[in-house]
């Protein structure tokens, strides 16, 4: 079975701070994304990559950054996490271009104070 | 550009009483579109996909939908509900011709009371 797993679960992070969401898939899948998920708006996309140091936006990349160094891993980074970024955070991978199915991971809840 | 909109934020049935929770997309080409279920505290799942084969599409635990251009809807069905169907879905289609890139519907929660 495909997995993507998300280093942590649950995150709590003060106002102003560095935060870093990691994601490791072990498929070998090229692309990997990053969504947020709030209540009434469904996921909406932030980053994705299609490649090892590639990324493209998606439709919310203001306030964040991503890192794929690796083919495997894929690093969301909130350079100076404000409240409004309180919010499920979910990680996928997928191995075709066009119409393959993305793997998800479980999520890592991020709260901002 | 490819959107969806799920028609419906909340459905609720009874045991044993069929299921609809409906989808209408919007896509510049021919798209592929999809199911997904996320359970309580769990992460996403993809219950069924079309891609361009079949109209009618089979998922697993007893889900189908069917694609209709005419109609630019990829409603999903299930003949009877059971209390484990209780989640929320997401209609889902893909964002371009090259990409896998994923564009999510809002989602619909879907309530089974025994």
């Known amino acids: 079975d495909v997995k993507v797993t998300q280093s942590s679960r649950y995150l709590v992070k003060r106002t102003g701070e560095k935060v870093f969401l990691e994601c490791v898939q072990d498929?070998?899948?090229?692309?990997m994304f990053w969504y947020r998920q709030d209540p009434g708006l469904g996921l909406r996309l932030i980053y994705f990559s299609y490649d090892v140091k590639m990324k493209e936006k998606g439709d919310i990349p203001e306030g964040y950054s991503v890192s794929r160094e690796k083919k495997e891993r894929f690093s969301l980074i909130l350079e100076s996490a404000s409240t409004n970024q309180t919010s499920m955070y979910l990680c996928?991978?997928?191995?075709?271009?066009?119409?393959?199915?993305?793997?998800f991971g479980q999520g890592t809840r991020l709260t901002v104070v | 550009a490819q959107s969806v909109t799920q028609l419906d934020s909340h459905v609720s049935v009874s045991e044993g009483t069929p299921v609809l929770l409906r989808c209408n997309y919007s896509?510049?080409?021919?798209?592929?579109l999809f199911w997904y279920v996320q359970h309580p505290n769990k992460g996403l799942q993809l219950l069924l996909k079309?891609?361009?084969?079949?109209?009618l599409v089979k998922g697993i635990n007893g889900f189908e939908a069917e694609f209709k251009k005419s109609e630019t809807s990829f409603h999903l069905t299930k003949p009877s509900a059971h209390m484990s169907d209780a989640a929320e879905y997401f209609c889902v289609v893909s964002g371009g011709w090259n990409t896998d890139k994923l564009i999510f519907g809002t989602g619909t929660r879907l309530q089974v009371f025994p």
């Open positions: 079309y891609t361009s084969a079949a109209t």
């Open positions: 996928a991978s997928s191995l075709n271009r066009g119409e393959g199915e993305a793997f």
């Open positions: 498929m070998d899948h090229e692309n």
């Open positions: 896509s510049s080409y021919s798209p592929s």
